[in-house]
C-alpha cells in the first residue's frame, strides 16, 4: 500500500493542498491582524477623543464632576470596558463598574491612563476642541476591550480565525474528495496497462488497450499497442520458424534415414550415386545448421568481422562470375555495370562476398529463361550503393515487409525449386548491418525487384 502509485500520488496531491492552503491562511492571518491592528488603533483613537470630549464637557457644564457616575457607567457599556476616572490625587471620582467609587486607584498595567486637559490630543474631525484650561481635571483608566464583546478586535480576530479554520478543513475536505476521484482516474488506465501486461507476459498476444487520451498516457497507451503488435508478430514468426526448422530437417534426415534403413535391411547396396545423394542431403543439412549459427550470432553482436579496405569491383565480378554458368544453363542473362573508380571498402570480404551470393542466389530462384539479372554499384557521398537487380516474378506488396524475415517465402508452395531454406535475406540483412550499412527492397509484381546495399567507403 505505502508503495503503491495511487498512495504516493494521494501523498503527494495532499502535501501540495497542504502547503497551498497553509501559505494562503498564513497570508490571511497576518493580512488580517494587521488590518485589524490599524482598524483597532483608529477606534481607539476615535473612542478615546469622544471620551474625553464628554467629560470634559461635563465638567465644564456642571462646574465639577457631579453626577459623572451615570455618564461613565454609560460609556463603559458601549465601549465594553471599564474605565475609572480619578481626580489629581489619585482618589476614584466614577468607575464604570460602580466598585471603586472613593477608593485611592491602583492601575493595573493593561490599563491606558489618559489625562483630561490641557493633555495634547489630536483633533477629532467631527467632534469640537474643548475649552483651553491650564490645569489638568484629572486621570481616565481605559481597561482592555472584553474578549465576549462582538465589536472588540479581540472578538473579530477570533472570528476570522475560526472562519479561517473551518475554511482551510471544507477546503481539504473537498480537495481530498477530489484528489481521491482523479487519482482513480488517473490510476485507471495504468491498472489496465498492468493488467494488460501481465496477460501479455502470460503469452496471450491478443491484448489491445482502448483509450482515447492525446496525453502521455495515451502515448503510452498506443506505444503498448505497438509493442503487442511487435511482440505477437514475433510469436507467430518464431512459431512459423520452429515450424520451418522442423520441415527443413525432416527431408534430408527422412531421406539419410531410408537410405540407411534399406541397406541395413539389405533391400539396395549402396553404390556411387546413392552415396551423392546422401552426400547431397548431409551437405544441405549441415548448410542449414551454419546458417542458422551465423543468424544466432549476427543477431546477438557476437559476429566476427575482420575487416579492411577491399576493392569492391573486384569482388563484385568475382560474385557475379560464380554464377555466369548457372545463369547461362537457365537462360538468363547476368551482367555487371560498375561506375568508374569506385572507392575502396571497409569490409570483411568474406562476408560482403556471402551477402552476395545470397542476392543473387534469391534473384536466380525468382527469374525465369529470358529474364535478365543486373549487378551495379555507384558512390554516393561517402557510401557505395551495391544493388541486383531482375526482371523476374517480383514481390508482392503485402509481402515486402517480410521478405528479410527468416523462412519467410514468397512463394508459400515451399517448393525448393523456388528457394532454399528462407534464411538467405535475412543472413544477408544481418551481414550488411554488421558492417554499419543497410538494406532495401524495391519490388513490382510482374516487373522484377531491385535489392540494394550500402556499405561505408574506406576514405
Not at 476642541?129 to 473579530?156: A, C, R, V
Request: proline share 5%; charged share 20%; aromatic share 6%.
Amino acid at each position: 500500500m505505502i508503495h503503491s502509485l495511487r498512495f504516493r500520488l494521494l501523498i503527494a496531491f495532499l502535501s501540495v493542498i497542504l502547503v497551498t492552503i497553509g501559505t494562503v491562511s498564513l497570508f490571511i492571518s497576518l493580512r488580517t491582524s494587521g488590518e485589524i491592528g490599524r482598524f483597532e488603533e483608529r477606534r481607539e483613537e476615535a473612542h478615546f477623543a469622544r471620551l474625553l470630549h464628554s467629560l470634559t464637557q461635563h465638567y465644564f457644564e456642571q462646574g465639577d464632576w457631579t453626577g459623572i457616575q451615570t455618564q461613565v457607567e454609560e460609556m463603559g457599556s458601549l465601549y465594553g470596558r471599564r474605565i475609572v476616572l480619578t481626580d489629581k490625587s489619585g482618589v476614584v471620582i466614577a468607575d464604570s463598574q460602580g466598585a471603586l467609587v472613593g477608593q485611592t486607584y491602583q492601575p493595573p498595567p493593561s490599563e491606558k491612563p489618559l489625562l483630561l486637559p490641557p493633555q495634547p490630543f489630536p483633533p477629532h474631525p467631527f467632534l469640537p476642541q474643548p475649552p483651553t484650561i491650564t490645569e489638568s481635571l484629572g486621570t481616565i483608566y481605559i481597561g482592555p476591550e472584553s474578549s465576549t464583546d462582538p465589536t472588540s478586535s479581540l472578538f473579530l480576530s477570533h472570528s476570522i480565525t475560526q472562519f479561517v479554520i473551518w475554511g482551510c478543513l471544507i477546503g481539504g475536505g473537498v480537495a481530498l474528495a477530489l484528489t481521491l476521484i482523479l487519482s482513480r482516474r488517473i490510476l485507471y488506465p495504468i491498472k489496465a496497462l498492468t493488467e494488460a501486461a501481465r496477460r501479455l507476459g502470460q503469452g496471450d498476444f491478443s491484448q489491445r488497450l482502448e483509450l482515447k487520451d492525446k496525453g502521455e498516457v495515451g502515448e503510452l497507451a498506443r506505444a503498448f499497442n505497438s509493442m503487442a503488435n511487435d511482440l505477437e508478430r514475433a510469436e507467430q514468426l518464431r512459431r512459423n520458424m520452429v515450424a520451418d526448422v522442423a520441415h527443413e530437417l525432416r527431408t534430408p534426415l527422412s531421406n539419410i534415414r531410408g537410405y540407411l534403413e534399406a541397406v541395413n535391411d539389405g533391400v539396395m547396396k549402396p553404390d556411387a550415386e546413392s552415396i551423392q545423394s546422401l552426400n547431397e542431403e548431409a551437405t544441405r543439412l549441415a548448410r542449414l545448421v551454419d546458417e542458422l549459427q551465423e543468424l544466432s550470432l549476427a543477431e546477438a553482436g557476437e559476429l566476427k568481422l575482420i575487416c579492411q579496405s577491399e576493392d569492391i569491383s573486384k569482388l563484385i565480378s568475382q560474385s557475379v562470375l560464380a554464377f555466369q554458368a548457372q545463369a547461362a544453363s537457365k537462360g538468363v542473362a547476368l551482367s555487371v555495370d560498375l561506375g568508374d573508380e569506385l572507392p575502396s571498402v571497409n569490409i570483411d570480404s568474406q562476408r560482403i562476398a556471402q551477402v552476395l551470393h545470397n542476392l543473387l542466389d534469391n534473384a536466380m530462384a525468382h527469374t525465369d529463361s529470358g529474364d535478365s539479372i543486373n549487378v551495379s554499384a555507384i558512390q554516393k557521398d561517402n557510401w557505395v550503393e551495391v544493388s541486383v537487380a531482375d526482371t523476374g516474378k517480383g514481390i508482392p506488396d503485402e509481402d515486402l515487409p517480410n521478405i528479410f524475415e527468416r523462412f519467410y517465402r514468397v512463394d508459400k508452395s515451399r517448393a525448393r525449386a523456388t528457394g532454399g531454406s528462407g534464411l538467405g535475406l535475412t543472413i544477408a540483412k544481418r551481414l550488411v548491418e554488421a558492417h554499419g550499412g543497410g538494406i532495401e527492397v524495391q519490388s513490382e509484381l510482374g516487373r522484377g525487384t531491385r535489392l540494394t546495399f550500402t556499405l561505408p567507403s574506406s576514405k
